[in-house]
């Protein structure tokens, strides 16, 4: 119970301090706005790409691959951003296991927002191919939990190796690049209206993947935390 209690804390800090700055919500959502106008200037300059065989594939990689460029810009400062001195304060006051989940927590409801407004700005400047609109939704709110988790715990990795973000962007490749195919696998079957069943495997793929990474940061966070 004294776990939940510092997360829940340490977690309403985090919204606080968002709420006060908003600096990592409005830089994001400025990227992910003028890189769909820009996809959507190109696209716009080959005309009848919208209207061939290869545009839904298209719209759907490139949907993801926005998502993860602003992932990596959103969570990447978890731990980043954080100074040694600050984190010693922490040290003395919380479990290093509740200061990890309330990180975790706070990247999935910024990232869950983040992605939906980031869909709906992606429909408004392109034609929605999507045939299953409900199931590509589901798909992008776990798309969001899966770069959460992932970035979150190797965030705090690079954190201790001099704060090297080029050094998250190597950690994250072996990782992230499975969690990208599965999500573009299941968001392309939705857009088929393919039977939601046949991706139920590929989605369990991913959440055991969630899993594993939450664990692997509950457990390798507190020896982190003691360097």
Not at 67 to 90: D, G, H, T, W
Not at 184 to 206: C, Y
Request: glycine share 4%; aromatic share 14%.
């Amino acid at each position: 119970m004294k776990l939940a209690g510092q997360t829940i804390e340490l977690l309403k800090k985090e919204i606080i301090l968002e709420w006060r700055s908003k600096y990592a919500f409005n830089g994001i959502l400025l990227y992910i706005v003028s890189t769909v106008f820009v996809c959507y200037i190109s696209f716009n300059l080959n005309p009848g790409f919208k209207e061939s065989q290869g545009y839904p594939i298209v719209w759907n990689i490139l949907f993801w691959i926005i998502m993860l460029f602003a992932s990596v810009n959103a969570i990447a400062k978890s731990f980043l951003q954080e100074s040694k001195s600050r984190l010693l304060y922490y040290y003395t006051i919380a479990h290093p296991q509740a200061i990890i989940l309330s990180k975790t927590i706070y990247n999935t409801l910024l990232m869950a927002l983040l992605s939906v407004l980031a869909l709906l700005v992606y429909k408004l400047f392109f034609p929605n191919p999507v045939g299953d609109a409900l199931f590509y939704f589901i798909t992008v709110l776990l798309g969001a939990m899966s770069f959460s988790t992932v970035f979150t715990m190797l965030s705090a990795i690079a954190s201790k190796a001099g704060n090297n973000g080029t050094l998250m962007a190597i950690l994250s490749f072996p990782v992230i690049i499975p969690v990208i195919l599965l999500l573009v696998k299941v968001s392309k079957a939705a857009m088929d209206g393919i039977d939601r069943s046949l991706s139920f495997g590929n989605i369990g793929v991913l959440l055991a993947i969630n899993v594993i990474v939450i664990a692997s940061s509950l457990i390798l966070f507190p020896y982190l935390w003691r360097d």
